[in-house]
């Protein structure tokens, strides 16, 4: 019985060690695609919107991952609703944002 135990504590740090990984990647996409748009934006570069869509797509790419995983040691049924529903509303963000970036590269003809 110890064995198991021993197993699902190493099982469920490395859950959540690859969670605020992804997590953490997440946020550090976001912010340096943030600081190329702000740069972008001094410049006049066109394309700024498209470089900040695509930054925050990848970022939500990199987040619903997390929330993916965290789904593996959910243990009660209303953490995985909560987490089912987040999930969801990552997932309508980056469908939209994706549409975004699909309308700003063909105003771009790219």
């Known amino acids: 019985m110890a064995m198991l ?11 959540q060690f690859g969670v605020l990984f992804l997590e953490c990647v997440g ?3 976001l912010l340096v695609y943030a600081v190329k ?3 972008g934006c001094f410049k006049r570069d066109p394309h700024v ?5 695509q930054g925050i797509a990848l970022a939500l790419e990199f987040k619903l991952g997390g929330e993916v995983l965290r789904t593996a040691i959910v243990r009660e049924y209303s953490e995985l609703i909560t987490l089912g529903a987040i999930i969801l509303l990552r ?18 003809g790219e």
């Open 5 to 15: 135990e021993l197993l699902e504590e190493g099982f469920q740090f490395i859950v």
């Open 27 to 29: 946020v550090a996409v």
């Open 37 to 39: 748009s702000i740069i």
């Open 49 to 53: 919107r498209l470089t900040l869509a």
């Open 91 to 108: 997932g309508a963000l980056t469908f939209l944002i994706h549409w975004e970036i699909k309308n700003e590269e063909s105003r771009f």
